[in-house]
C-alpha cells in the first residue's frame, strides 16, 4: 500500500458537479489538514491499511510537529491507483501492479474505517469515479508512506 500525502490549509473532491468530499480545517480550529492519496497493491491486507492509517494519524508533519492526532486535523481519502504505475518501459504506464476494484476498495475503506476509530474527522473521494481534487498544499509538505 502506497499513501501520498499532502499538508493542506482545505481542499475537496468533486464527480461532476457534486462536491463529494471536503476538509476545511480552519472552520474545525486545526491549521492544517492532510489529504492521502492511497493506492492499493495485490499483496495488501487489512493490517497494512490499519497499520498505514494509524502511522498517517500520529505523523508529526502539522503546526510544532504536530499530528492529525494531536490537533484534530481532518483527512481528506481519496483513492489512487496510479500510484503503482510502471514507467520503466516506454510511454504508457503499465497498472498491472495495482491491486482491481473489487481487492482495492475494501482496502481504501479498511483504511478510512481506521482513522474514524482512531478519532480522525474524515472526508473521502468517490471509489472508482473519474475525480477532480483540488487543494492548497502548504509548505508544501508532500510524503510517501509505504506499508
Known sequence: MRVLVQRASSAQVRVGDEVVGRID???GGAPHGLVALVGV???DTAATAKALADKL????IL???RSAA???APILVVSQFTLYADTVKGRRPSWSAAAPGPV???LVDAFTDTLRDLGATVATGRFGAHMHVSLVNDGPVTLLLEG
Open 25 to 27: 480545517p480552519a472552520a
Open 41 to 43: 497493491t495485490h499483496d
Open 57 to 60: 494519524f500520529r505523523l508529526r
Open 63 to 65: 503546526e510544532g510537529e
Open 70 to 72: 494531536d490537533l484534530g
Open 104 to 106: 482495492a476498495e475494501p
